[in-house]
């Protein structure tokens, strides 16, 4: 299927090449907006109502942000999407696809289409805070940084217990050291902002982490 | 080098059909003990199955599975356990319960008798408090699948004594695996956190965030996990979910541990997951994980 390819710059889903980019024309029954002001550029799509998907690139913020909400019947052919990325590391190749209650199939399925045609992997979300997976995985490492500071184990026990024991790739205190402990504060203040359970506050060395960041230092 | 023999298994569940599968490939004479003969049928056909598919992949000869699966032998009669050095419950997380298998097994095993505990949540003290000999009782905490997971949550309680606590050390050494101590707290390490986030996962489900195979190819591609959520809870069992949260969150009072509606919803609906065909996932056979 042909896709218009709208580039605002700064994608954090598509920092580098990648089939989806090199596969976008200049016009298409799908739209996909990446990039920093991904939500702004909604409104310059023109004939709007008759594309059969637009996607709008997501960082933290809901979809609802950039197409408005109604009573929970919110809905058309405008879904959010976010290339799963933790922090400084590379994408992944998971596409968190998010669709309003009202959203038709058939956008669904358009935009599932051109997502998996350029070899990506796609799992359909409603329009909650923090998605999938950093719904998920952030109260999991502010526990772990916790029960750190609580020496429960040592950093590395810890990590290869969770490792050994569960296959993980990789432990939750490596993984966030490899990432960036100031991104993980970035991402779940946010979502402590709009889900309030202390589970999602960030955890001390998080704080650390993003004061110091924010002195420029390491 | 362990003095260990004879190692018994109580509970041929799906832990300890795959606890018993690990002291046998070791070389281990193994006994595996449960009070219905119908659950002792189906772990040694599960277990033949699974020896079956180390064959064809080449992980061991016809000949050494013939050995193996002679060494492992099943029983209801809980006196076979007698001639046992070792010998690792697995059975659910009831403390009561326990208390009255390792009575039991007091009665008939030898002084010299070691028992440890595949319990996940619960105290490694409680346990050994009401097992009739508390000084040679420890925490082996193995991870599903037992049969391919290489971890053992080693716990000593607060009357373990250190040489007991060392031969089981050596023990599961000796099975091939690698051991890590933890402190007897509440879900030692794995528990402690992998509860919790199953609970979150099921949440995300009772609100309608994503549906299961969403969430669980989220999981897996976006993180590299073996498995996702929901299949992994459809594996370990949600009866067993809900007993290892009444456990978890009695003793922490986690919010997160507590288990969510959803749970008890499909255990009423006999959606144990695996075990009953149907959890988050629907299933038509109960072949063993891996060979």
Redo the contacts between chains.
């Keep these: 299927m042909p896709y218009q390819l709208i580039d605002t710059g700064s994608s954090r889903s598509f920092p580098a090449a990648h089939a989806l980019l090199d596969g976008g024309s200049a016009a298409g029954d799908v739209v996909i907006l990446i990039g920093a002001d991904a939500g702004s550029a909604l409104n310059d799509v023109t004939d709007r109502a008759s594309r059969a998907a637009i996607l709008v690139e997501l960082r933290t913020e809901s979809l609802g942000t950039h197409t408005g909400e109604s009573r929970g019947t919110e809905g058309s052919n405008v879904l959010g999407f976010a290339r ?1 990325r933790l922090g400084d590391g590379a994408p ?3 596409v ?1 696809l998010v669709r309003q209650p009202a959203t038709p199939d058939s956008a669904i399925a358009a935009a599932k289409a051109v997502l998996e045609g350029a070899g990506l ?6 329009d ?1 805070a923090g ?3 950093d ?3 952030r ?2 490492y502010n ?2 940084l916790r ?1 750190l500071d609580e020496q ?2 040592t950093a590395d ?2 990590d ?3 490792k ?7 432990g939750p205190i490596g993984l966030l050291e490899r990432t960036g402990l100031a991104h993980h504060y970035d991402v779940t203040a946010a979502l402590f902002e709009t889900i309030g ?1 202390p ?1 999602y506050a960030p955890a001390r060395r998080a704080v650390v982490a993003k004061r110091r960041a924010e002195k420029g230092l390491t | 080098m362990s003095s260990i023999k004879t190692v018994g298994v109580a509970g041929a569940g799906t832990m300890g059909a795959g606890i018993a599968i690990v002291a046998a490939r070791a070389g281990f004479r193994t006994i595996l003990y449960d009070t219905r003969q119908d659950t002792l049928d189906r772990a040694r056909r599960q277990t033949e199955g699974f020896f079956a598919k180390s064959v064809q992949r080449g992980k061991l000869t016809a000949e050494a599975v013939e050995t193996i699966l002679g060494n492992l032998v099943g029983t209801t009669d809980i006196a076979s356990m007698a001639e046992c050095d070792m010998v690792i419950e697995a059975i659910f997380e009831d403390l009561k319960v326990k208390h009255g298998l390792f009575s039991d097994l007091n009665a008939v095993c030898p002084p010299h008798t070691i028992f440890a505990s595949n319990t996940s949540t619960l105290s490694i003290t409680e346990i050994a408090g009401g097992s009739g000999r508390p000084e040679r009782v420890v925490g082996m905490h193995f ?1 599903l699948p037992a049969q391919l ?3 053992i ?1 080693m716990s000593p309680g607060l009357t373990t004594a250190p040489e007991v606590f060392d031969a089981a050390w050596t023990f599961a050494e000796a099975l091939g695996q ?1 051991p ?1 101590k ?2 007897d ?1 509440p879900g030692f ?2 528990n ?3 509860v ?2 199953n609970n ?2 099921i949440r ?1 489900v009772e ?5 299961p195979a ?2 669980d ?3 897996k ?7 996702g ?1 929901l299949e992994l809870l459809d594996l370990v069992g949600l009866d067993t979910q809900l007993l290892l949260c009444e456990a978890l969150h009695g003793v922490t009072n986690d ?2 541990a507590a288990c969510p509606p959803l749970v008890k919803r499909m255990i009423a609906a006999n959606h144990l997951g695996r075990k009953s065909g149907r959890g988050f996932y629907n299933y038509d056979k109960d072949a063993m994980f891996g060979g």
């Design positions: 799963f992944s190749d998971l968190e992997k796609v799992a359909v979300c409603g909650f998605r999938i997976i719904r998920l995985v109260p999991y526990a772990s029960r429960l184990a026990d810890l290869l217990t969770l050994l024991g569960l296959g993980y790739p990789e359970t589970d | 991870c997971m290489k971890l949550e690698r890590v933890t402190k707290n390490i794995l402690y956190f992998l919790p986030f979150d996962a995300m609100a309608g965030v994503a549906e969403d969430i190819r989220a999981i591609a976006g993180l590299g996990y073996p498995m959520p919010p997160r």
